[in-house]
């Protein structure tokens, strides 16, 4: 029979054994997953070594003294039992100096150098406690001589103040920590105080405090010292670092790219412009041809702007549809307008077949839907030599929505198939050897892919190589409208013909509007292109100069420049609302600019702009927003 002193005994040292284990091992991950701290790491393990110690010198306390199991000299278990407390004093320290290192608390601080002060002041105690064996207060037999009180302060009191600075400590700096850390570690304390509180209180005699601090170390270490987690922290913080640097520069990117085509919008209004007087006014055919050439290389470099434009703007996830009620036969009437020229110019072929029942009143984003079906029209002009272009739209119908099918043809060079996954890549250029002399830059059917995407649509191609390709686009649309679209052919003729000649939409020879911009040239374009329309027209080249006329002059409608030297048009837009018995502090003011990055339409409507104009600006938008916006009866349509 063993006896209950004996089983408590075994206890004791078994539980302390089952400590010791669980602190060696977390010793062994320690020295072998080194992590990048490398001090932190160094302090981690000196604070698990130390735990080991104090198992050591708890459970040679216990077997001598507590459960007395061998006879030994008195002042072996006096000695045993100092060195126990004050290891348990000398570990709760160092937890608190590695808190300080953990949270970067400077060691020099007031409370760190008394926390030192302390240590010192509790080895002298302790020394003094086995050199003099203090008399107990409450005159309890022990056989080792030792107060309640002093027991108090060196076994409990000095301990919990340690921990319970570095508790502090957590609180106060556990902001620093993500939730995890914090969570942890705040478990790790709870665990460690909660049981040398229970083994303080409670008189079981059961040793207990060890098996919380390793308890609680371990915690410790799973939540924030583990070297994979301090990997995965750093990996984050890095991610953080470089997603911050990425956005930095991509703003960079978009405000280099904002202004970029401000500066080659600028001057393109003023060359797209010029030449429309000169398309105009020429009546040399020779002239004319030049003209036509610089039209289409201003357009053609117009275009590469715009692509490169939506493009970042996709890339950015900028890129917005603007959704709203139009005509499918304007944008059917506009694809094929745009087409037939450019496969007349290149002796191609062009036939149209338009499904007569298609609905003419569609929901969605027309600009877009235009852009699409002409990317992939324009890409068969450009890559068919001789031959044709065949464009068909049809459209599979329910009550409400129309999801319209556009097919486009061609007898072109054909895509390899073994390029066709790879078209709608982007910067993408396939067979460079058929397609040196093509220009291009690869982003077209990019973004037309995205465009789709947007849109719930999809794009496919077939293809054989040297005969020809086939590119099918599906875009689901709503119908506002179910009028059958009609015999669409012949308003396109009509159209056609009237389209040939420049002739001015109407006229309003009682309309009075005034042109704000900085820039000479531009305001001698816009005077120009209005000339037909027998408008009335002031020019200003300032905001200064502009506020002067609004104060006495009522205006039927006021085209204002943005970007202006000293006063932007934002800025005179609003001081002429504000003008004091202005004469023009509700007249439609209609914003010019070449910033044509995306929501800069929004920002202008919202800075109280009543329409915007994108530079380069065009004769027939210029007009057609001019009808709109003059009173009506001073409109005389043509
Ligand atoms: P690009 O500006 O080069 O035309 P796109 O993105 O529009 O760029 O097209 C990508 C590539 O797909 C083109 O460079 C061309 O090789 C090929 N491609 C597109 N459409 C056709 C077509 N109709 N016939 C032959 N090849 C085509």
């Excluded at 890129?319 to 037939?340: G, M, Q, T």
Aim: charged share 25%; glycine share 6%.
């Amino acid at each position: 029979m063993i006896s209950d002193s004996i089983q408590i005994a075994l206890l004791h040292i078994s539980l302390n054994i089952a400590s010791f284990i669980f602190d060696l091992v977390l010793c062994f991950l320690l020295l072998t997953l080194k992590h990048e701290n490398k001090s932190m790491n160094r302090r981690f393990l000196t604070l698990s070594v130390f735990v080991l110690f104090g198992i050591v010198f708890t459970c040679l306390d216990s077997i001598f003294r507590r459960d007395h199991l061998f006879d030994v000299p008195q002042i072996i278990p006096v000695i045993t039992n100092h060195v126990a407390y004050g290891s348990n004093i000398f570990l709760t320290f160092f937890f608190a100096r590695y808190s300080e290192s953990f949270f970067n608390v400077d060691f020099k601080s007031k409370l760190s150098r008394f926390n030192s002060i302390l240590m010192g002041f509790s080895v002298v105690f302790l020394a003094m406690g086995v050199i003099f064996k203090l008399p107990k207060l409450d005159g309890t037999p022990e056989i080792v001589n030792m107060a309640n009180w002093y027991r108090f302060v060196t076994g409990f009191a000095i301990e919990l103040y340690y921990l319970g600075y570095s508790a502090a400590l957590f609180v106060k700096n556990g902001k620093q920590l993500d939730k995890r850390a914090f969570r942890t570690a705040l478990s790790s304390f709870v665990i460690t105080m909660g049981i040398i509180t229970i083994e303080g209180f409670n008189n079981t005699g059961i040793y207990l405090n060890y098996l919380g601090a390793v308890l609680g170390i371990y915690v410790f270490y799973v939540g924030n010292e583990s070297s994979d987690y301090k990997y995965l922290i750093k990996a984050m913080q890095d991610l953080e670092e470089s997603k911050k640097k990425a956005d930095s520069a991509n703003r960079s990117k978009s405000d280099f790219l904002a202004s970029m085509s401000h500066e080659i919008r600028t001057p393109l209004n003023a060359v797209i412009g010029m030449n429309e007087m000169i398309l105009r006014e020429s009546e040399n055919p020779t002239v004319i041809s030049y003209a036509r050439n610089v039209e289409s290389a201003g357009n053609n470099l117009l275009s590469i702007i715009n692509d490169i434009l939506d493009f970042s703007k996709i890339e950015a996830g900028k890129l917005e549809l603007v959704e709203a009620p139009y005509k499918l036969s304007s944008v059917i009437n506009d694809v094929i307008n745009i087409i037939s020229i450019k496969a007349s110019s290149k002796e191609i072929r062009f036939e149209s077949d338009v499904d007569e029942n298609l609905p003419d009143g569609l929901f969605g984003d027309e600009v877009r839907i235009r852009q699409v079906i002409v990317n992939i029209l324009s890409n068969a002009v450009k890559y068919t030599n001789k031959g044709f272009v065949k464009f068909s739209i049809t459209g599979k119908k329910t009550p409400d929505n129309v999801c319209l099918i556009v097919k486009v043809t061609d007898s072109g060079i054909g895509i390899k198939e073994e390029d066709l996954p790879k078209i709608f890549g982007k910067f993408e250029r396939v067979d460079l050897g058929q397609n040196k002399t093509v220009e291009g830059t690869g982003l077209g059917l990019a973004i037309t892919h995205s465009l789709l995407e947007m849109m719930n649509g999809n794009i496919e191609v077939e293809s054989v190589y040297g005969s020809g390709s086939t590119f099918t686009i599906m875009i689901p649309q709503k119908i506002t409208l179910d009028e059958p679209i009609g015999d669409y052919r012949k308003k396109f003729e009509m159209n056609a013909k009237e389209n040939n000649v420049y002739k001015e939409t109407f006229t309003a020879p009682d309309a009075y509007i005034l042109v704000v911009d900085d820039m000479p040239m531009n305001l001698t374009v816009i005077t120009r292109l209005l000339a037909k329309t027998k408008i009335k027209i002031d020019t200003a080249k300032s905001g200064e100069e502009a506020l002067k006329l609004t104060q006495e002059i009522p205006y039927d409608l006021i085209l204002m420049d943005q970007m202006m030297p000293q006063m932007d048009g934002s800025q005179v837009l609003h001081r002429i609302r504000k003008q004091v018995d202005g004469a023009n502090i509700e007249t439609p003011m209609i914003c010019l600019t070449a910033d044509a990055i995306s929501g800069a339409k929004e920002r202008y409507l919202t800075e109280g702009f009543t329409d915007y104009i994108s530079k380069p600006v065009k004769g027939y938008a210029l007009e057609e927003v001019l009808s709109e916006y003059l009173p009506k009866e001073k409109v005389i349509h043509q």
